[in-house]
């Protein structure tokens, strides 16, 4: 079972930055690919940006450019950065992940591990 906490989120106005957190249970470079999505009101939960155990980055076509994704395997935490902040980025952040040695799923349905979220509301 893999566990995991984010943290980091918070209210800002568009073009500001915020950096989440994402504390897991267990190495995040140990076979688990780990990735972030959103979800807001509405809407379907989405990924935005993923790692694999090898460290192949992907980002979804809304973030490239200013969101980036890393890890501290040391501290075995997550992080997405997110910089340029605009309204369509206010959205419920989720931590997720699954084993994988190789590759990222792209659907939510196959993460079985996640954490409880945590909000980013950007304003105008």
């Known amino acids: 079972q893999v566990q995991l906490v984010e943290s980091g989120g918070g209210s800002v106005q568009a073009g500001g930055s915020l950096r989440l957190s994402c504390a897991a249970s267990?190495?995040?470079?140990?076979?688990?690919?780990v990735g972030w999505f959103r979800q807001a009101p509405g809407k379907e939960r989405g990924r935005v940006a993923s790692?694999?155990?090898?460290?192949?980055?992907y980002y979804s076509a809304s973030v490239k450019g200013r969101f980036a994704i890393s890890q501290d395997n040391a501290k075995s935490t997550l992080y997405l950065q997110m910089n340029s902040l605009q309204p369509e980025d206010t959205a419920m952040y989720y931590c997720?992940?699954?084993?994988?040695?190789?590759?990222?799923?792209?659907?939510?349905?196959?993460?079985?591990?996640w954490g409880r979220g945590t909000q980013v509301t950007v304003s105008s």
């Open positions: 267990v190495a995040t470079d140990s076979g688990y690919c």
């Open positions: 997720a992940a699954h084993r994988s040695p190789i590759a990222c799923f792209n659907n939510p349905n196959f993460y079985p591990f």
């Open positions: 790692i694999t155990p090898g460290g192949t980055t």
